[in-house]
């Protein structure tokens, strides 16, 4: 089974810009592979951010963007603020069968 | 708007079934495809499959004790995992393809 990986950890400063990125074991990411972005926040339910690359939903703030960049999905946030302190997930679909998780990026905001 | 609401909490012993439900709202249900996740206490994300026209993906690890069904009738999904053990203590998530729309999650416990 691949396996996904993210930064474990990462910091930015208020009003910084920070990227996180999500690889695959097998190679280069693809948008057929469909990554999603997954915020979640301390005893809340995950929120989707970003799907098929650079979707963004309604209640996705504009300073959160998704792309591919070096063979990577990544998550760029311009203009950090505190509230966006949270654990993010990464998700690649494989085959059209399965899907795998990264194992998070807890972001701090300092 | 599109909702997934779950159905509540389950306290089960080791060797039981659990049965979660997905009750989905605001879209055509039979366009999309629904997903399974798991949180353990304190741990990531892990998918463990997916169901679209009846057609099933399951996680390799779960294959055998898990099956996820739909009821068009209803437009509700559901997700029966079988011979639970202590470590399939998590909170259950039931996700809409094409978009990521969550339910708000269900906790199930496996407790002696």
């Known amino acids: 089974q691949a396996v996904v990986t993210q930064e474990p950890s990462l910091t930015v400063s208020p009003g910084g810009t920070v990227t996180l990125t999500c690889g695959s074991s097998t190679g280069t990411v693809t948008s057929g592979q469909w990554p999603y972005w997954f915020q979640q926040k301390p005893g809340q339910v995950p929120r989707t951010l970003i799907y098929d690359v650079d979707k963004r939903h309604s209640w996705t703030p504009a300073r959160f963007s998704g792309s591919l960049v070096g063979g990577k999905a990544a998550l760029t946030l311009s203009g950090a603020q505190p509230e966006d302190e949270a654990d993010y997930y990464c998700?690649?679909?494989?085959?059209?069968?399965?899907?795998?998780f990264g194992g998070g990026t807890k972001l701090t905001v300092l | 708007q599109v909702q997934l609401v779950q159905s509540g909490a389950e306290v089960k012993k080791p060797g039981a079934s659990v049965n979660v439900s997905c009750k989905t709202s605001g879209y055509t249900f039979s366009s999309f495809g629904i997903v399974w996740m798991r949180q353990a206490p304190g741990q990531g994300l892990e998918w463990m499959g997916w169901i679209y026209h009846g057609i099933t993906n399951y996680a390799q690890n779960l294959q055998g004790r898990v099956t996820m069904t739909t009821d068009t009738s209803t437009n509700t999904a559901y997700m029966e995992l079988r011979s639970l053990r202590f470590d399939d203590t998590a909170v259950y998530y039931c996700?809409?393809?094409?978009?990521?729309?969550w339910g708000q999650g269900t906790l199930v416990a496996v407790s002696s």
């Open positions: 998700s690649l679909s494989y085959s059209r069968t399965h899907a795998v």
């Open positions: 996700m809409r393809t094409h978009g990521g729309y």
